[in-house]
């Protein structure tokens, strides 16, 4: 199933044209982010034998994605970036509950959406005409990117199934719709900073 509720904005994809190397750069911190995140919720449900198998594979080929593109950084000479987080994870983590067993839920539907996040604007800017369209190499990394962010929130929201059924915690859909209208609004609205998750350019 396909949980994002918005389309990233055409301006957003204009503006990551036009700030390849920036948006390369921020690209390179969700890697490492995506896989610190997999790694943490590991550490959090130790006790669950089925997440962590699954997340730590996720996890590896998380960081096997962070050497790809710091590859392609050091081949198009673009510099490594230090940021603070940016309003999309802060604001999307904020929204969520905090006493369990909805935490593991809603860490897990996060998950999946920022994942089907990641994965619409890699086929987005994987897709465009050259003419307009991202630096070759850049456009052909994200274009392979696309099938592995499409497995990753499936399992993401796989975990998250497993763990409504387990703890009876009943239809966990309009948790889903709840958290992804929030995200929906991140990427729509007006964004003061430009990030590989930003809202629309302000």
């Keep these: 199933m396909q949980p994002l ?3 990233t904005p055409e301006a957003w994809v204009h503006e990551a044209v036009r700030r390849w190397p920036e948006l390369l750069a921020d690209h390179a911190n969700c890697e490492k982010k995506a896989a610190s995140t997999a790694l943490a919720l590991m550490f959090a449900y130790p006790e669950d034998r089925s997440l962590a198998t699954r997340l730590s594979k996720l996890a590896r080929e998380e960081l096997r994605h962070f050497e790809q ?3 392609l950084m050091r081949d198009c000479g673009v510099a490594y970036l230090r940021r603070k987080p940016g ?5 999307l983590r904020a929204a969520l509950v905090t006493s369990e067993p909805h935490r593991k839920l809603d860490l897990l539907l996060a998950g999946a959406l920022i994942e089907a996040r990641s994965c619409e604007r890699f086929k987005l800017l994987g897709g465009l005409p ?3 369209g991202l630096p070759v190499p850049v456009a052909a990394l994200y274009s392979r990117l696309e099938a592995s962010e499409a497995r990753h929130f499936e ?3 796989k975990l998250a199934d497993q763990h409504a059924r387990a703890n009876d ?3 966990w859909q309009p948790r889903l719709a ?3 209208a929030i995200e929906a609004e991140l990427v729509t609205t007006p964004d003061p900073e430009f990030r590989f998750h ?3 350019p302000a």
Excluded: C, F
């Design 5 to 7: 509720l918005a389309a």
């Design 69 to 71: 593109v710091d590859e």
């Design 87 to 91: 309003r999309y994870a802060s604001q």
């Design 130 to 132: 050259a003419e307009r």
């Design 155 to 157: 399992l993401y929201l």
């Design 169 to 171: 915690l009943g239809d």
């Design 178 to 180: 709840a958290i992804a």
């Design 198 to 200: 930003s809202g629309l």
